[in-house]
């Protein structure tokens, strides 16, 4: 079975720090990666989207970045981190093709200070 | 963009009681789903529902794609039901690989 591993679970980061969130898939080959953002309160936001190796594409302009290194892996980073980037990020997998229903990691809620 | 709305925004029930959520989205999709978060903020994956109806157990779902609209019943509500409800959608999109589209949630409270 596919699982989705994501961590830290819980980060303290100083403004203008560095960030490197990281997610990676088991079970599965050439997944569909995201990251989303879940700022206080609710409603979910997608920031990147990645369909292989290399490949991001960014949905909304901002102070972050993606990389996806490796086939299962994926990574949320920022070099300066702002106040605004505080919140709860969520990386989810999807098949390519077919049923592509998505399935979340349990999440990294950020609290830049 | 696509737009998803969902109601009622808050809702809140007797432990036992029944209740019905509502998502509304202004164009075709081809994947509806429905989740549920936890407090700890996990979204648990309720149903994968892009049309038709499905059950599981006390909670089912119903997608009428052709009105643009999806249904999410709960029975017999227990206390372990509370938290919020998600609502997201995905475009028709050739291939690629678009992400979902989140409505804002319904937040349930069910007391005992």
């Known amino acids: 079975s596919q699982t989705i591993h994501q961590w830290p679970a819980t980060l303290v980061q100083p403004v203008g720090s560095p960030l490197s969130l990281e997610c990676t898939v088991e079970?599965?080959?050439?997944?569909?990666l995201y990251w989303y953002r879940q700022a206080a309160g609710r409603g979910l936001q997608l920031l990147f989207y990645?369909?292989?190796?290399?490949?991001i594409s960014s949905e909304v302009p901002q102070n972050l970045s993606a990389s996806r290194p490796q086939d299962r892996q994926f990574i949320l980073s920022s070099k300066k981190l702002l106040l605004s980037d505080s919140g709860f990020y969520l990386c989810?997998?999807?098949?390519?093709?077919?049923?592509?229903?998505?399935?979340f990691g349990q999440g990294t809620r950020l609290t830049v200070v | 963009g696509i737009q998803v709305e969902q109601s009622p925004p808050d809702l809140i029930l007797q432990e036992g009681a029944n209740s019905t959520l509502r998502c509304n989205f202004s164009?075709?999709?081809?994947?509806l789903q429905w989740f549920h978060q936890n407090p700890w903020g996990q979204l648990i994956n309720l149903f994968y529902?892009?049309?038709g109806t499905k059950q599981n157990g006390r909670l089912s779902a119903t997608t009428v794609a052709t009105e643009r609209y999806s249904l999410l019943y709960i029975s017999s509500s227990q206390t372990t039901d509370s938290g919020v409800y998600f609502c997201?959608?995905?475009?028709?999109?050739?291939?690629?690989?678009?992400?979902?589209?989140f409505g804002k949630g319904t937040h349930l409270i069910i007391q005992p």
């Open positions: 079970g599965t080959s050439n997944p569909n």
């Open positions: 989810a997998w999807s098949r390519m093709l077919g049923n592509t229903e998505a399935f």
């Open positions: 164009d075709s999709v081809n994947n």
């Open positions: 529902i892009p049309s």
């Open positions: 990645s369909v292989g190796i290399g490949q």
């Open positions: 997201a959608v995905r475009l028709y999109s050739g291939g690629g690989a678009d992400g979902l589209t």
